[in-house]
């Protein structure tokens, strides 16, 4: 990976910026920072995350070690073990079920932090743990013009404040657009600053960054690149649009987009994103024994026990089996634990609350793909702190073991104590109650559609 100095080639200080500067924010292996800092901050060891049966993300020291994601687990412990670190189960809550809530709520801590930086015109939330921002054309305070070392101290300041307030390391691109500045950012990595603020700068990033680096250029695209001898960005601008439309068969927008991003050109505005139109959960149950993270099985015989899993293995749940009902419950009171978590950040970041709430679940199998969904009222934002009443006697579904009350149609589990059943935090939720894979593949999800104002019904 060239260095930051060679993508950089610093100019001199005086440089005219373009008309428009953006930083491009990305968390050095964000998941295994998160983990590092939720276990006691130990930094420096080779770290890999385990999520189900696979490899998710993988630190800089671990890679040293040719640890990859996707890798199989076995084979990326005994690396990362062998080199003194630890391959790391994803959070999980309820025993194996996994929940994103820590890494969710570091990323909501990040973008507050941002947009709390002086010099950022907008930010805009890239995914869990990347994020843009727009810099004033001005100095804040003075309303000098921008300048290039104005430019770099706040990349700088970015990276000190993720550092020093949230234990996060990071990598930024300066660069006039947003595509510049996140292909700028991987040059960065790990843990610096990299810029494409200049013609020399532009030209040694499109002739050194593979065309597969592009977003969204991976995949089939990668294949039709390499039949053509496309290799970097560059290789792009021997091709005119109407080529890439007729000659490698994209269509007219991909098309479009390749011609201007070869050169470097990307119009698309900093911008906030909107709020998202629903929020859900769900959870893929395979149909055969899996082993489950040594993490998981250290937990004890009684977690074990409760998860109706051999020792190390989790056990199928068998349709219609004495155990499916109870089983099935529990992952919906984790699922709906886990989705009204997300609702209560959503009623206190956006001042609004569901308006309906859906449960669905698919069963899929060889000659099999059934699918049952049910949606009701959301409850209205007061039951969320009130205290539960006694749940009135439940009524099981016949089409798939769930459990209807007769003052609505909420699902809540069997052997609830209250109701309804998302009012239970993680914290109240006994360790024992988790899920175990399915029979048949299946998915369940639960989603609730969000109204607007600060208390709908």
């Not at 843990?191 to 250029?217: C, I, K, N, Y």
């Amino acid at each position: 990976m060239p260095s930051t100095v060679e993508l950089t080639m610093r100019q001199e200080d005086t440089l005219e910026l373009p008309a428009r500067v953006v930083l491009h924010v990305d968390i050095d292996s964000f998941f295994c920072q998160v983990e590092e800092n939720r276990r006691g901050g130990q930094t420096g060891r080779p770290i890999a995350i385990q999520q189900h049966q696979d490899i998710i993300a993988v630190n800089y020291p671990a890679r040293a070690l040719g640890v990859v994601k996707h890798m199989r687990p076995a084979e990326a412990r005994e690396r990362v073990v062998r080199g003194g670190g630890a391959v790391l189960q994803v959070h999980s809550e309820c025993g194996d079920r996994i929940s994103y809530g820590p890494y969710r709520a570091t990323s909501r801590a990040m973008i507050k932090l941002l947009q709390g930086v002086e010099a950022a015109k907008m930010v805009e939330k890239g995914s869990i743990d990347e994020a843009y921002l727009e810099l004033h054309p001005w100095h804040p305070g003075s309303g000098a013009p921008l300048d290039v070392p104005a430019a770099r101290q706040a990349a700088e300041l970015v990276r000190r404040l993720l550092l020093d307030k949230l234990g996060l390391k990071a990598s930024v691109g300066i660069a006039p657009n947003k595509l510049l500045a996140k292909l700028a950012s991987g040059r960065a990595k790990p843990d610096g600053v990299a810029e494409v603020l200049s013609p020399q700068q532009l030209a040694l990033l499109l002739h050194s960054t593979p065309a597969t680096r592009m977003p969204g250029f991976g995949g089939k695209a990668a294949d039709v690149f390499q039949e053509a001898g496309i290799a970097t960005m560059a290789d792009l601008q021997a091709w005119s649009e109407k080529d890439l439309k007729s000659s490698l068969g994209f269509n007219a927008d991909v098309a479009a987009k390749l011609a201007r991003w070869c050169h470097g050109r990307d119009d698309v505005a900093v911008a906030p994103r909107g709020p998202p139109k629903t929020l859900s959960v769900q959870m893929t149950i395979t149909p055969q024994p899996l082993p489950r993270h040594p993490a998981a099985v250290a937990a004890g015989v009684a977690v074990a026990e409760a998860h109706n899993s051999d020792g190390d293995m989790l056990q199928p749940l068998v349709v219609g089996a004495e155990d499916y009902g109870r089983r099935t419950s529990v992952l919906l009171a984790a699922m709906a634990g886990d989705l009204l978590g997300r609702i209560e950040v959503d009623h206190e970041d956006e001042g609004r609350w569901p308006k309906q709430l859906q449960v669905q679940l698919r069963f899929m199998g060889p000659g099999m793909d059934k699918q049952w969904s049910r949606t009701t009222a959301f409850p209205a934002p007061t039951l969320a702190s009130a205290p539960a009443p006694a749940p009135p006697a439940p009524r099981f579904g016949a089409d798939r073991g769930s459990v209807r009350h007769p003052a609505g149609e909420r699902v809540v589990p069997a052997d609830s104590t209250i109701a309804p059943v998302a009012h239970r935090t993680a914290s109240e939720r006994p360790a024992s109650e988790t899920a175990a894979p399915h029979a048949s593949a299946a998915g369940v999800s639960a989603a609730a559609a969000p109204r607007g104002g600060a208390q709908g019904s």
